[in-house]
């Protein structure tokens, strides 16, 4: 099956700081999402991105879809920002229905 | 608008007794899904429902397992009997149209004892 990964797996950042988070995958997806994860487990939707730029706030995300990775840029961090980051691919193998699957996630902490 | 409304948000129970999950999807969403999330992991898909079928139960293990979503509207989830190995976060999410954009709801965090 497809591995997705992401890095770093943990990340401690000032608040105010930039950061990069990646993911990874093995094999070609039909779409791509980001998640954060609070620290009371409420996972909000970040980005729909199969594919290209997009901005929302102060995050984006890019997805390259042919190269098989997706960035996620989080600028001017605040501590609200906090939690578990997860991507998710939507792929499907020989024939078999479509299934979304998460990453291993980036443990995020920005420090006021 | 409401979001997607899960109950109950905690669940403790000894092992070998039944216990069952509620979700609510988002209003016009046509697709449910119910995922488990084990600690430090992301979630992974139990089942998904299409209205009122299910399309993809392929990681629901049947022998314990239940799920069902009558009206094509709210679903339960039901487990009996409980193991201890169960113990996890059981996420209920819901999009418009199969695996679009997903919202998920709060959870419930099973605890088996």
């Known amino acids: 099956g497809i591995q997705v990964e992401q890095s770093p797996p943990d990340l401690i950042l000032q608040e105010g700081a930039n950061s990069t988070l990646r993911c990874n995958f093995s094999?070609?997806?039909?779409?791509l999402q980001w998640f954060h994860q609070n620290p009371w487990g409420q996972l909000i939707n970040l980005f729909y991105?199969?594919?290209g730029t997009k901005q929302n706030g102060r995050l984006s995300a890019t997805t390259v879809a042919t190269e098989r990775y997706s960035l996620l840029y989080i600028s001017s961090s605040q501590t609200t920002d906090s939690g578990v980051y997860f991507c998710a691919v939507l792929y499907s193998h020989g024939g078999a229905t479509n299934k979304l699957i998460f990453g291993t996630g980036t443990l995020l902490a920005v420090q006021p | 608008e409401a979001g997607v409304v899960q109950s109950p948000r905690y669940k403790i129970i000894e092992k070998k007794q039944p216990v069952a999950f509620w979700c609510n999807p988002i209003s016009g969403h046509n697709t449910l899904y119910w995922y488990r999330q084990n600690l430090g992991q992301g979630p992974e898909l139990l089942i998904r429902y299409e209205n009122e079928e299910a399309v993809d139960d392929s990681q629901l293990p049947k022998d314990r397992f239940s799920a069902e979503r009558l009206k094509g509207v709210d679903s339960t989830l039901k487990i009996q009997p409980a193991e201890l190995g169960d113990s996890a976060v059981y996420l209920c999410?819901?999009?418009?149209?199969?695996?679009?954009?997903?919202?998920f709801g709060s959870g419930t965090q099973l605890s088996v004892l």
């Open positions: 094999d070609s997806v039909n779409n």
């Open positions: 991105i199969p594919s």
């Open positions: 999410a819901s999009s418009l149209e199969p695996n679009e954009k997903l919202f």
